[in-house]
């Protein structure tokens, strides 16, 4: 396996790994794989980052705002993949304002008088920083009145009560956290 993995350059969203390649045992080495492990959000859970050729034994590698990376490298050559490196240092990167909203938003209305709003939350990875709650803001169709906003913590459903029956509402799920907001949606 590779050895000596070592980390530098170290800004808010890349960092520049580097590693001595190992014992090619008589097979020149054609890539070298590169996966990272989040060990705030799911420790223990390798994923893959990215390949470079054989040739190369560094990478500099793009990361995600509020992740404490951990990353190791594997060699393949004709013969197969090699185990894993050892573990690099973790890297904490900063976090940031969210920069996605949720998805599959919807409103439904589950008795006569009550709205049902309802998304698919961030999953940890996707929060960019400590503190993701949801902005959940709805008004009528098709009136002039002003949005009804309302913050909840991390949480995937939010009920209005006391609205009319059969009538049409428009809804946003906006994403935040201890940095700010993310794209209005």
Known sequence: PPLDLELTDQLD??????????????????????????????PGLWHHQTEVSGTQTTAQLKLSPYVN????????NG???????????????????????????EGLGLEPDNLVITWKPLNGFESNGPGLQYKVSWRQKDGDDEWTSVVVANVSKYIVSGTPTFVPYLIKVQALNDVG?????
């Not at 907001?181 to 949606?185: H, I, K, N, T, V």
């Open 13 to 42: 969203k890349s960092v520049q790994l580097s590693w001595t390649p190992g014992d090619d045992n008589n097979s020149p080495i054609t890539k070298f794989i590169i996966e990272y492990e989040d060990t705030m959000h799911e």
């Open 69 to 76: 990376y951990s990353f190791r490298v594997m060699a393949v």
């Open 79 to 105: 013969i197969g993949k090699s185990l894993p490196s050892e573990a690099s240092e973790q890297y904490l990167t900063k976090a940031s304002e969210p920069d996605k909203n949720p998805t599959a938003v």
């Open 181 to 185: 907001f993310a794209p209005e949606p």
